[in-house]
């Protein structure tokens, strides 16, 4: 009998691209099922209003929980039963205020495992699947014995033959690379292809394999913690793979922007913790000599190209705080 895929969600302020999404799960080929959980990170927007009534004019069962920051706790609100059975169901989560990529992903996670769930889809909003691609994913993780983390090769949803992602390595400095990006799909391999890194967009993971490897680890908030997984990963002897017969579209960029001060912050910081965890110390400081002054001066370009002079707060904040004290949510991110 085939696995139900559970397929991890975060929404924040970005119904439309949600709603694609959604629409592409529900027309998935894989005849096992899949359940979207889909945890609203305390948007702004009328989200949870739009997707209740998205999945009632599509015939969606849907299930409605909060979650309560403070206490730590999920609380069952309703069912609602749109009468019509189907392969495809709905389990949304409100969350009382932002809890960020990591913490809402593993919610998500556990909340799968407490359902008896096997497979978890960590999937970005900003995305469209192919109709075939839960079945290539559960495909391979069959023939793999459910050992591995599983990716799909991730296309530009505006140039849909051209590759955003199909596997990653790491520098000595950990700095990651993408391998074929810009490629024509067609001109790639097909078969699976070991991966240094797993893409945080689209991963397949075995529930079986958190309970070896840890879940997302909370300090990154969002941004790098991918690389973070993927590295404790390979400590555990967990092997990662693209399966480029599925296939993925991704609108890049859209969830924060591609070089908004919450990037710029994110990826500054959390490179920084990464680097400080797993590279040696002497790799680590000599690294630094030359990176940090690096960024002092893209910061200041960054403030003047932007006319915003947060870029080159950033710097100080990262510098003077945020590796070592400053950890999880950035202190001025409003939501």
């Not at 689209?202 to 958190?210: K, R």
Request: with cysteine; glycine share 6%; charged share 20%.
């Amino acid at each position: 009998m085939l696995p139900v895929v559970d397929v991890v969600i975060i929404n924040w302020n970005g119904i439309e691209d949600t709603i694609d999404c959604l629409r592409s799960l529900k027309g998935q080929s894989y005849i096992g099922g899949c359940r979207a959980i889909l945890i609203d990170n305390c948007s702004a927007d009328e989200s949870l209003i739009i997707i209740k009534a998205w999945c009632k004019k599509e015939c969606v069962d849907v299930s409605e929980y909060q979650y309560r920051s403070s206490s730590e706790r999920m609380v069952f609100l309703n069912k609602i039963s749109n009468n019509e059975a189907d392969k495809f169901s709905v389990s949304l989560i409100s969350a009382d205020e932002n809890l960020g990529f990591c913490t809402a992903n593993n919610i998500g996670v556990e909340f799968s495992i407490k359902n008896s769930g096997e497979l978890s889809f960590i999937l970005n909003n900003d995305t469209v699947c192919d109709s075939e691609l839960i079945s290539h994913l559960v495909d391979a993780s069959i023939n793999f014995n459910h050992e591995c983390i599983l990716s799909p090769v991730i296309l530009y949803a505006d140039s849909p033959d051209i590759i955003w992602w199909q596997g990653g390595r790491f520098s000595k400095w950990l700095s990651p690379t993408y391998v074929h990006q810009g490629n024509k799909v067609s001109e790639t391999i097909s078969e699976p292809v070991d991966t240094e890194w797993s893409s945080g967009c689209a991963t397949l993971i075995p529930n079986s394999l958190y309970k070896k490897i840890g879940l997302y680890d909370p300090e990154f908030f969002i941004w790098c913690d991918e690389w973070d997984f993927s590295l404790r990963a390979e400590i555990y002897g967990v092997s990662k793979k693209v399966i480029s017969s599925a296939k993925l579209y991704h609108k890049v960029g859209k969830s924060l922007g591609i070089v908004s001060p919450l990037v710029y912050f994110y990826s500054f910081r959390n490179m920084s913790i990464l680097r400080k965890r797993y590279l040696s110390k002497t790799a680590y400081y000599l690294f630094n000599g030359l990176y940090v002054p690096f960024k002092f001066f893209q910061s200041i370009l960054y403030s003047l190209k932007e006319r915003d002079v947060l870029y080159f707060i950033i710097f100080f904040d990262v510098v003077f705080e945020g590796v070592s004290s400053g950890r999880g949510k950035w202190k001025r991110q409003s939501n």
